[in-house]
């Protein structure tokens, strides 16, 4: 595929940074909408994930439009060898930044949310603070099932051998229930375990590099530190049953967000991590609306 090297919002797809090209999802038909959201899925995800969110933003908030990104080295990456795989965490932040730009401009006078769910949740909040000084990106962020610590999801050792290995070998591949050991993490109510329902899905990726499971890892890590940069209103969603956060971290999380930060944590005892496709998805969903439509999340009382 050739490439524009300079960054292109066309039809279904855009030219980022580095003049490699990324598919993208949109909904919504407002010609001049007040709020739009741009969305980052999970690992082994895809904007797709994003779907039954628009579908209750079409019926309860017409003028808001979604645009939901695949993301670089996931499933629906155009370029399949990259699949499973990233060379270094900031290409994600430059695809976000570089994306956000455009929409600015077909977009200049609404107010623009950045949301991400799991991984998602990771690269955008750590691409807010890693954020170019004086430019302007997101108005507001919305952070669904974070990913904030490790804990005995994965074994220890396994973590140091994934890191000596890593070092050596970055594009040695695994599966994640090599590491986790576990084949029946439920992420939904009703769902199988992860690895088979995501399995099931046309963008899955069975096996990853340790390279993009040790950048993930460092993330996890730096989520409380990076916490600590957020400006701009946030909320915070995430399930009491979430294999991958146990609710104590996600209330550690929220205490180093500034306390002069508009802040609003949503906790759903019942949910797991796949909140869009959670049982009590439609209390999720209204829970942001709400939220977007409450003066906080502006930034007034």
């Known amino acids: 595929m050739s490439k524009n090297n300079s960054p292109q919002l066309l039809k279904d797809t855009y030219s980022s940074f580095d003049g490699d090209q990324f598919g993208y999802t949109k909904w919504g038909s407002a010609k001049n909408p007040k709020t739009v959201i741009i969305g980052i899925h999970g690992i082994n995800g895809a904007a797709a994930d994003y779907d039954n969110f628009a579908e209750h933003l079409q019926k309860h908030s017409p003028d808001t439009t979604l645009y939901a990104l695949e993301t670089r080295g996931q499933g629906n990456d155009l370029n399949t060898r990259r699949r499973g795989d990233i060379y270094r965490a900031e290409e994600w932040y430059k695809d976000l930044y570089t994306f956000t730009r455009l929409i600015r401009k077909q977009h200049p006078d609404a107010r623009l949310i950045w949301c991400g769910e799991s991984l998602g949740s990771m690269i955008v909040t750590h691409a807010y603070a890693q954020r170019p000084a004086n430019e302007k ?17 994965v074994p220890g050792w396994k973590i140091t051998a994934a890191k000596f290995i890593a070092a050596i070998f970055p594009r040695f591949r695994v599966s994640l229930n090599m590491l986790s050991g576990d084949d029946a993490v439920k992420v939904t109510q009703v769902g199988d375990s992860h690895e088979a329902q995501a399995s099931t899905n046309s963008y899955y990726i069975p096996k990853f590099t340790l390279r993009l499971l040790a950048t993930i890892g460092k993330h996890i890590e730096g989520m409380n530190s990076k916490a600590e940069t957020f400006t701009h209103p946030v909320l915070v969603i995430n399930g009491g049953n979430d294999y991958f956060t146990k609710p104590e971290f996600v209330e550690e999380f929220m205490q180093h967000i500034p306390a002069t930060t508009p802040q609003k944590h949503v906790h759903f005892p019942e949910a797991y991590h796949l909140l869009m496709y959670d049982e009590e998805r439609d209390a999720i969903f209204k829970s942001i609306t709400d939220w977007l439509d409450h003066p906080s999340s502006r930034g007034q009382n």
């Open 137 to 153: 990106f997101c108005d507001a962020i919305v952070i669904l099932a974070p990913v904030v610590k490790i804990d005995d999801q």
